[in-house]
């Protein structure tokens, strides 16, 4: 009989199983099981993985200033009037700017929408580039490429649904606020940020709670600090909570759902979460660079700072989009989306894998 699968963690191993892979991790191990009975007929060969969509066209249609550092993209097909793929909350694209960096991006129109997508974008300083050249270079009439979208943050409509967005953190929620305005459901959106001024999408998310009573605005400048208890108040009862944000932010939510057994939280961060259980190890570029891998890093970030037009993605093992084939040494895979042939081809996915302690990791880039 097959060992049957553990219920994945988060990528990083946090103390909270995510309730949607638990149940989807279970059923794949019931269809394992029953495809290994003696007697069940199985195919030769093992398929080919499904390949990553091809890249796509799409044009810049206009821009528009939400806040002082937030810039709305509207893109459409490149034939004008074509439909656009459909989608769903939750989903992104991965968007390959003007100077060969690809950088991902949440959807966040409407849904039933396929006329346009659109993306809001902070200009960050200190970033690796992608924002500061969408605020400066792209402009109506910039050709683009996408892939996608993909839905990596998926939107369950629970009966009952706590928004949480921290800042730009609306851009993934924004559209499941809209969904959950359609269906009717029990939600409610806290918004965070420093100040009002710095809330992209206020009249938008307004405009969806007509009586007034469904969306509370936190603003450091006049409220503090928000403590998590006080957001989480807010939730219906026995609601999910979706929540996107600073490292902080979704940090303290976790921690004060720590004890909450019927409240299922769903998190997007900004950023990857810290690694845990992790060692240095030394990655090993085709060219014969070398790039140590420190024990808190994830080595997606160390390849980023010696290449960073490498594509990226979810950046939490479930896309693939930043998958990369190892040449010699031997992974520590942590992610959820390579299967075992996969792996024993050699594919990796950087964003959450390792290698063993003191280990050289070759790879093909």
Request: proline share 12%; aromatic share 6%.
């Amino acid at each position: 009989m097959p060992t049957r699968p553990q219920p994945p963690t988060d990528l990083y191993r946090p103390e909270r199983p995510d309730l949607f892979l638990t149940q989807l991790t279970r059923l794949r191990g019931a269809l394992f099981f029953c495809l290994t009975l003696p007697g069940v007929r199985r195919g030769s060969a093992v398929p080919a993985p499904a390949p990553v969509p091809a890249k796509a066209p799409l044009t810049v249609r206009s821009r528009r200033a939400l806040t002082p550092d937030v810039v709305e993209f509207t893109l459409t097909a490149e034939r004008p009037g074509e439909p656009l793929p459909a989608w769903q909350p939750g989903s992104h694209l991965d968007i390959t700017l003007p100077s060969g960096r690809m950088r991902s991006y949440s959807l966040c129109g409407d849904p039933v929408d396929t006329t346009a997508y659109r993306i809001a974008v902070r200009r960050l300083a200190g970033g690796r580039g992608g924002s500061r050249e969408l605020h400066d270079a792209v402009v109506p009439g910039t050709r683009l490429t996408a892939r996608g979208p993909f839905c990596t943050f998926p939107f369950a409509a629970e009966p009952a649904v706590l928004f949480l967005a921290g800042g730009i953190g609306i851009t993934p929620l924004l559209p499941m606020v809209h969904e959950a305005a359609r269906r009717g459901l029990d939600w409610h959106l806290v918004r965070t940020g420093r100040d009002h001024a710095s809330l992209p999408y206020a009249a938008e998310a307004a405009a969806l709670d007509p009586a007034g009573t469904r969306i509370t605005t936190h603003c450091y400048d006049t409220d503090g600090y928000p403590d998590p208890a006080s957001l989480l108040a807010r939730a219906p009862r026995h609601a999910a909570v979706y929540c996107c944000g600073p490292a902080p932010l979704l940090n303290s939510v976790r921690s004060a759902l720590s004890a909450e057994v019927d409240q299922p939280l769903h998190a997007q961060r900004f950023t990857t979460a810290p690694v845990a259980e992790g060692a240095p190890f030394t990655l090993r570029l085709r060219d014969g660079t070398l790039l140590p891998v420190p024990a808190g890093r994830a080595a997606l970030d160390v390849l980023l700072d010696a290449r960073p037009a490498a594509p990226l993605s979810c950046r939490q093992g479930f896309c693939g989009t930043c998958r990369v084939q190892v040449l010699d040494g031997t992974p520590d895979h942590r992610d959820h989306v390579l299967t075992p042939t996969e792996r024993k081809a050699g594919a990796l996915l950087p964003c959450v894998s390792r290698a063993k302690e003191g280990t050289l990791l070759a790879i093909d880039i």
